[in-house]
């Protein structure tokens, strides 16, 4: 088990920037693949972004990519999701999590590390 902790989220106008982070506790980070989700009011909880252990290898949701970008510092045990161009329906909790392995991954069943959630919020 690994400890996360997120935070950056907020309100911010459409079109607006944010930055979450998410910081691990232990030694173990970079073996760690890591991934963001999201869950909006009566929705189910979606793939954002996940990126390999290294930082090499990314994946994103059809519905982020070109507007998100994922990064890590395993030195910092952190993990970064840059969101530009928000939209109103970006306006969810935004979860971090991490499983052990090295290849990215788009299925939550895959991960057994959950932070605690960080509201973004996108106004119109």
């Known amino acids: 088990q690994v400890p996360l902790v997120e935070s950056g989220g907020g309100l911010v106008q459409a079109g607006g920037s944010l930055r979450l982070s998410c910081t691990a506790s232990?030694?173990?980070?970079?073996?760690?693949?890591m991934g963001w989700f999201r869950q909006a009011p009566g929705k189910d909880r979606e793939f954002v972004a996940s990126?390999?252990?290294?930082?090499?290898?990314?994946e994103y949701a059809a519905s982020v990519k070109e507007r998100f970008t994922i990064s890590r510092d395993n030195a910092k045990n952190t993990v970064w999701l840059q969101m530009n161009s928000l939209k109103p329906e970006d306006t969810a909790v935004y979860y971090c999590a991490a499983r052990q392995g090295w290849s990215t991954s788009r299925n939550l069943n895959t991960y057994n590390n959950w932070g605690q959630g960080t509201q973004v919020t996108v106004s119109s």
């Open positions: 232990g030694r173990t980070f970079s073996s760690y693949v």
């Open positions: 990126i390999g252990n290294t930082g090499v290898s990314t």
